[in-house]
């Protein structure tokens, strides 16, 4: 079907920008459930859910359901990233200590 083709075409980027983002987010919470930083870990995946959930009522195309995703993801890992290398939780109080 030609539209759906379309729709496949537009929406590549994001959903390439969404699979890098997955992969990388991946080895950041698994570096995260190692340290066993449980709650930072629930709170922020509880709270960019949450986020993402209030924009997908807003969705008009599926790029912008795919950008949801990405969001999501990078503030998760750019939040857990700023906690360990601001030396907070487990993870950063080691890192902080091998400086």
Known sequence: DPGVQLLAK????????SVVTAIFTVAVDGAMLA???????LLTGITTFLIQLKLL???TSLSFVFGTFTMRLGLYSVLALTRALTGHGALG?????HR
């Open 10 to 17: 537009q929406a590549g980027p994001a959903v390439f920008a």
């Open 35 to 41: 340290s066993r930083d449980f709650g930072f870990m």
């Open 57 to 59: 009522k807003r969705c």
């Open 93 to 97: 109080r080691v890192l902080s200590r």
